[in-house]
């Protein structure tokens, strides 16, 4: 997967959270639980798009590390919906969940190869 197929992957990603924050309840809990969801669902992608300007590999380390917590709070607000049941379509929910777990996979990878990558000497 490319950075440009990555970057759309995220801004579907996004688009599905706002579907899923604008979907529910109308209570204190799930307005508070939406606001919270719709932040940290959006942010990866925002985020990302300011990894690929890095000013150096330590920025785009710490930029994709911004990306990664972004996502696993999102995962964990996803499952705490999922549990409150106040949203009508549990299986957007399921599929975001999933996505998710995904793109936390990809962001590990991601930063354990850049941090390798920072190590490792240059060859000239």
Known sequence: MNRKDLEERLIEFAVAIVQIAESNVRMKSSVHLSGQLMRSGTSPALNYGEAQSAESSKNFIHK???????????????RIILKTRYFADEDEIVKAL???NELISIFVKTVS???KNQK?????
């Open 120 to 124: 490792s000497p240059t060859l000239n």
């Open 113 to 115: 190869t850049a941090k």
């Open 64 to 78: 994709i590390q911004i990306v990664l917590k972004e996502l696993r709070e999102t995962n964990i607000c996803l």
């Open 98 to 100: 999933n996505e998710s």
